[in-house]
């Protein structure tokens, strides 16, 4: 069974980059057809996708974040990471990591991390 675990700082002051690890257990990041999407829920609003990583490394993100969001990966220590410039107040929010396949049906997810942006 595949686990994700996101890690990183719970709080980041504005203007800085947030930076998120998941760390991929019983399974490999590079295994065909499997992609590694960051999703995140501000507080009293619904999920939000963010991005992907795919087995052969291609990314793509959401229209409305691509400017600040760049997602990349660490074959040899099975993680991939996110990172988040310039962030304002309004990108205070749980962040997850999750595993899907082609089709965009999704597996499993990682239990999230709360990152608030505060000064």
């Known amino acids: 069974q595949v686990q994700l675990q996101e890690s990183g700082p719970d709080l980041v002051k504005p203007s800085q980059t947030l930076s998120l690890t998941c760390t991929v257990s019983?399974?490999?990041?590079?295994?065909?057809?499997?992609?590694w999407i960051w999703i995140r829920q501000p507080p009293g609003k619904g999920l939000e996708y963010m991005g992907f990583?795919?087995?052969?490394?291609?990314?793509a993100y959401s229209p409305s974040l691509k400017t600040h969001t760049s997602i990349s990966r660490d074959t040899s220590k099975n993680q991939f990471s996110l990172q988040l410039t310039s962030v304002t107040p309004e990108d205070t929010a749980v962040y997850y990591c999750?595993?899907?396949w082609g089709g965009g049906k999704y597996g499993y997810w990682g239990q999230g991390t709360q990152v608030t942006v505060s000064s």
């Open positions: 990583i795919g087995y052969d490394g291609g990314t």
């Open positions: 019983g399974g490999s990041i590079t295994t065909s057809d499997y992609y």
């Open positions: 999750v595993q899907a």
